[in-house]
């Protein structure tokens, strides 16, 4: 595996130059565009890794599906659901749209921006510092690395200058999708995109994901199996921004990516996979990365359909 790993990874690293690193959030910009890692996590138990692995980013969007883990694990299936929709919006994931008409929990998914403001505000505790802490070990369980922590300078970076996220925050609040106080919901978003991951993190936590719960390193369950259901099914039409379609078509595995250059994917019941590549095509999603997941999807037979 890791030499068909090595093999994709020269097949694919040309595309990196079709791809711009992200530079809305300054910070971002700073990233190399060469760098090109991948790492899979096998129900067999096998790793298998290639290229910059053990390269630091942020998660950016990839906590989205951390985020909506925890609010289910706080408040279960129903409540969730009641309170944010699961249909792709086909728009970008920090799209506005404003016309007029009422603003409902249908119109967003957990998977693009609003949702996933909605979602901190979903999470347990007395203080939203309590809130991000939770939701930093839950991400630390699934990756079974504890030390994952925070990039204080991309964290800072959003903080100061992401104002759509401020306009997307206000919008929910305006109609009553939201009650709490937005600066305070917005630094625990902001955080909550700033966690700093490597692609094997991502493997394991896109494992957990796959085994419906149970982590590779100790098998007890973290999460029940009905939430691993409810959020696969999400990643398989939301997971990939405005491009979800056309990877369900060629590479057909549920997944998340982020802005960061990241992308986790699930293959239930066999694998987690983590790829790290930071030049973006311009939905967001990383090029090269989609390009070694269709090639490893026909190589290993991978999409579910
Ligand atoms: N922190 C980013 C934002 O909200 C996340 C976007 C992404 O990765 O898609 O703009």
């Known amino acids: 595996m890791d030499e068909l790993l090595e093999e994709i990874l020269k ?14 959030i300054p910070e971002l910009a700073k ?26 980013f942020t998660i950016q ?18 409540y969730v659901r009641a309170h944010v929709g699961v249909e792709a919006t086909g728009k970008p994931f920090d799209a506005i749209n404003y016309t007029e008409q009422t603003l409902l929990s249908d119109h967003i998914n957990p998977m693009v921006n609003m949702g996933a403001i909605a979602m901190c505000t979903m999470i347990g505790g007395a203080s939203y510092e309590e809130r991000f802490d939770r939701l930093l070990e839950l991400t630390r369980r699934l990756a079974g690395n504890d030390k994952i922590g925070l990039d204080e300078k991309v964290y800072q970076s959003e903080k100061r200058t992401g104002n ?15 009650e709490d106080d937005v600066e305070q919901v917005l630094d625990c978003y902001f955080r909550a995109c700033s966690i700093q991951v490597d692609c094997v993190d991502l493997a394991h936590i896109g494992f957990a994901l796959a085994s419906h ?32 379609g056309d990877f369900a078509v060629k590479v057909g595995v549920p997944a998340k990516s982020g802005v960061g250059g990241g992308i986790m994917a ?30 490893l999807s026909r190589k290993l037979y991978l999409s579910i359909f």
């Open 213 to 244: 719960g149970r982590p590779a390193q100790d098998g007890e369950r973290i999460f029940p199996s009905e939430y691993a259901s409810y959020v696969n099914a999400i990643l398989m039409t939301c997971g990939m921004y405005d491009g979800s």
């Open 11 to 24: 097949e694919c690293t040309v595309f990196s130059k079709e791809g711009k690193v992200a530079s809305y």
């Open 61 to 78: 969007s990839i906590v989205k599906p951390i985020l909506l883990l925890q609010a289910l694990m706080d408040n279960g299936v129903e």
């Open 266 to 295: 699930v293959v239930p019941t066999r694998m987690g996979i983590g790829i790290f590549s930071p030049a973006l095509d311009e939905k967001g999603n990383s090029v090269a990365g989609i390009r070694a997941l269709e090639a």
């Open 164 to 178: 759509k996220n401020r306009a997307l925050a206000y919008l929910l609040k305006t109609y009553g999708m939201i």
């Open 31 to 56: 990233a190399n565009p060469a760098d090109f890692g991948i790492a899979i996590l096998s129900s067999d138990g096998r790793f298998s890794r290639a290229g910059d692995c053990g390269k630091v």
